[in-house]
Structure formats: C-alpha cells, structure tokens
C-alpha cells in the first residue's frame, strides 16, 4: 500500500498535466462546432472537394460530421492521440525508472516479492488512467452540451469517449512490455513517441489505403465512432482484439520481470 500511495505521488503532477492538455483540447476544438454548424454547407461543399483518401485519413466521415456527436469523433481522433502517449510513458516508466535511477537492487532488498512491486506499480499506473478518463469524459459531456444546440445521446458520447481508456490500456501494456524487455533504456521518451506515432501513421495509411489488414495493426482503428454512433456497440472482432493484446502483454512483462536478473550498482 505504501509503494502504490508513492507512486501515485510521484504521477501526480504528469496525471494533472496530461488531464488539463486532453480537456483543452477538447475545449478548443469543440468550441469551433457552433461556427461550424451554422456555416455546415459550406464548410461540407469545402470537403466534399479533397480527395477521399485524405478525408479518411484525417477521421472526417461526410455523412455525421454536420452532427455534434460526428463532430466530436473527428476531434477524438487527436484525444486519441495523446491519451496513448501518455499511456506509453507510464508504461515504459513505471519498470525501468528503478533500473534508470539506479534503486531496483535497493528495492528487491525491501520485504516485497517481485509481484508485489509489479502489482503495486502496475495499479498506481491503472488508477492515474482511471481518474484522466473519469474527468475526461465528465469534461466532454459537459463541453458537447455547451456547445451543441440540438439534442443529442449521452449514451452515444459516453459509448464514443469509453475508447480513450481501452486504447490507453493497449499503449500502457504495449510500453510496461518494452520496459522489461529493454531495461536499460537511457530516456523512454523516444521510444514511446516513436511506438505511438508508428501505431498512428499505420493507422492512416489503413484509412488511405482502405486495407482492413492494416487496421489489424493499429489500436488507433479499432474502434470507429462513426459505426459506435449509427450501432451504439462496438465491433466484437476488436473489442476482443483488445482485450488479448491487453491480458498477453501484461502476463509477459511479469514473466519475464519475475525471471529477470537484476544487477546491483
């Protein structure tokens, strides 16, 4: 319990930092849908002109986008984006900063197994990505009402804003996996930018391309709002997707952090 209330100080500034960047986001780019909306045949003749190869990529689908809840999948896109950065930090961080700072020997000292510095870490880790999502989507609820004219489903939005959790628990498994696997990595910030934004591109050229093979490849794809908003579910194939990905890279970093050497300094 003391190791999980330490870590979860020690991600209390990051945890406010990236909260306040997802919200701003939201808030900046939601607030222009009341400018958009009343100019949206303009603004769609204007689209209808770029090719449907970049319409594809950039997450834009002609037949919501003129709606609050189409709109917001268009700017999800980019929530996306950083909530899986931010996944992937804590991932690779949470492991390999005892190797980075030189204290794991000193921490297998302590009477805790192995499991229960992974376990603690590991929940630290899962709350911080809990309380970013509870606040996150109170803050897109309250934004898409201020800002939409119409009526629209809470169901829906919340069905549409879920996906930011699950995409982050794949990067957060995705980065605590490379983090065993590379210990001794000198600064996870290349590594997880370079692993999520390869996941993004493969994503977009998926979309350009229209190769659902691609799709496979990238989290960022899994869960489409345009097909969330006209089912109100999600796709069984990817939900499964996520959840293997999830469990399978999780087991693996504790077997191989269980079976690990670790070198004294």
Same mark, same amino acid.
């Given at each position: 319990?003391?190791? %999980? !209330?330490?870590?979860?100080?020690?991600?209390?500034?990051?945890?406010?930092?990236?909260?306040? /960047?997802? #919200? *701003?986001?939201?808030?900046?780019?939601?607030?222009?849908?009341?400018?958009?909306?009343?100019?949206? *045949?303009?603004?769609? /003749?204007?689209?209808?002109?770029?090719?449907?190869?970049?319409?594809?990529?950039?997450?834009?689908?002609?037949?919501?986008?003129?709606?609050? $809840?189409?709109? %917001?999948?268009?700017?999800?896109?980019?929530? &996306?984006?950083? *909530?899986?950065?931010?996944?992937? &930090?804590?991932?690779?961080?949470? =492991?390999? !900063?005892?190797?980075?700072?030189?204290? /794991?020997?000193?921490?297998?000292?302590?009477?805790?197994?192995?499991?229960?510095?992974?376990?603690?870490? =590991?929940?630290?880790?899962?709350?911080?990505?809990? @309380?970013?999502?509870?606040? %996150?989507?109170?803050?897109?609820? $309250?934004?898409?009402?201020?800002?939409?004219?119409?009526?629209?489903?809470?169901?829906?939005?919340?069905?549409?804003?879920?996906?930011?959790?699950?995409?982050?628990? +794949?990067?957060?498994?995705?980065? =605590?996996?490379?983090? #065993?696997?590379?210990?001794?990595?000198?600064? @996870? &910030?290349?590594?997880?930018?370079? @692993?999520?934004?390869?996941?993004? &591109?493969?994503?977009?050229?998926?979309?350009?391309?229209?190769?659902?093979?691609?799709?496979?490849?990238?989290?960022?794809?899994?869960?489409?709002?345009?097909?969330?908003?006209?089912?109100?579910?999600?796709?069984?194939?990817?939900?499964?997707?996520?959840?293997?990905?999830? +469990?399978?890279?999780?087991? =693996?970093?504790?077997?191989? %952090?269980? !079976?690990?050497?670790?070198?004294?300094?």
């Amino acid at each position: 319990m003391n190791m %999980y !209330k330490h870590e979860l100080s020690a991600y209390r500034k990051s945890l406010f930092g990236w909260i306040s /960047a997802l #919200v *701003g986001i939201s808030i900046l780019m939601m607030s222009m849908f009341p400018t958009f909306s009343k100019d949206a *045949g303009a603004f769609v /003749a204007l689209l209808s002109n770029m090719p449907d190869a970049v319409l594809a990529a950039m997450g834009i689908h002609m037949e919501t986008i003129t709606s609050v $809840l189409g709109f %917001y999948g268009y700017i999800f896109v980019y929530i &996306l984006l950083g *909530g899986a950065i931010q996944a992937m &930090l804590l991932g690779t961080t949470i =492991l390999s !900063k005892e190797v980075r700072d030189k204290t /794991a020997d000193f921490l297998l000292t302590k009477p805790v197994t192995r499991q229960a510095i992974v376990s603690s870490k =590991l929940l630290a880790a899962l709350t911080s990505l809990a @309380v970013t999502n509870i606040i %996150y989507m109170a803050a897109a609820c $309250l934004i898409t009402a201020l800002v939409s004219e119409s009526a629209f489903s809470l169901k829906l939005l919340i069905l549409a804003t879920l996906p930011l959790f699950f995409v982050q628990l +794949i990067f957060f498994a995705t980065g =605590l996996l490379v983090s #065993v696997i590379w210990p001794k990595m000198r600064t @996870v &910030l290349p590594v997880s930018l370079g @692993v999520v934004f390869a996941f993004f &591109l493969i994503g977009a050229l998926g979309a350009t391309t229209g190769d659902d093979k691609l799709r496979l490849l990238t989290p960022f794809k899994y869960f489409d709002t345009s097909y969330i908003v006209e089912h109100s579910s999600y796709e069984s194939l990817y939900l499964f997707i996520t959840i293997a990905w999830v +469990i399978l890279a999780t087991a =693996l970093s504790y077997i191989i %952090y269980m !079976k690990r050497d670790v070198h004294a300094v």
